[in-house]
Structures are given as structure tokens and as C-alpha cells.
């Protein structure tokens, strides 16, 4: 292989790794990852209640109520307290909405649950694309 073909290839190698350290230290981008995580959880534990499989139904409630508490701990009002305050109230209606649907069997709270991450998850995509 020649140096100018070794040369292309280290610097297309850097570039990918370059775009790959870039977003996975950007913010935006890990909250896109994570509502889109979150969401298949989420559908799958729809899956799981909807068969009366209540430990894993459980486990994946779990998993994405904890998140959302992690979300909450997270939330700093100092930069922006209104934001803030209706993204808290929207993680805590979240984490409800799944608790109720899973003691009621409710697949319709599931269903809103679903759609409000769906909704945050576009939101934060969105939010990454302008800023």
C-alpha cells in the first residue's frame, strides 16, 4: 500500500472516530439515544403486560421509571427553572402513567406513556438538529 493510500486511510479512520467521540460527548445526542432506548423498553413491556407476563412486564417498568428518575435528578434549575418544572412534571405524569398501567392493566395509560416518550424523544431530536 502506497503512503498516499495509508494517508487516506488513517485520516477517513480518524474522521469516523472523530464524528463517533463528537456525539457520543454531546448531550443532545445521548438524550436522543436514551428516549429512543426508552421507548423500545417501553413497547416491549407493552408486549409483556398485554401477555401476562408480569415479572418482565415489571422489569422493563422499572427500567424506564428509574431512567426517568435519573432524567429528573438531573434537571437543573438553575439555567432554566421553567423548562425545568415542565420537564419534571412531564417525567413524573410519565412514570405514573406506567405505574397505573401496570397495576390497572390499563394498556391505554401504557398507551399515552408510550406516546408522551415518543413525543420527547422527537422533541429532543429536533432540539439537536437547531442547536
Partial sequence: MSYATQSSVVAR???????????????????VVLFDGLLRVL???RRHLAAGQFET????????RRALSELILALDDEHSPELCGSL?????????????????????KLQEAIDLMAQLGSAWREAKSIC
Avoid: F, K
Avoid at 412486564?57 to 424506564?64: E, G, K, L, P
Avoid at 413524573?92 to 398501567?101: F, G, S
Fill in 43 to 45: 413497547q416491549e413491556g
Fill in 88 to 108: 419534571r412534571a412531564l417525567y413524573v405524569y410519565i412514570q405514573r402513567l406506567i405505574t397505573e398501567a401496570g397495576l390497572e392493566e390499563d394498556m391505554d
Fill in 13 to 31: 479512520a480518524y474522521s469516523a472516530y472523530s464524528q463517533v467521540q463528537n456525539e457520543a460527548a454531546d448531550p443532545r445526542h445521548m438524550l
Fill in 57 to 64: 412486564w415489571a422489569d422493563c417498568s422499572n427500567r424506564v
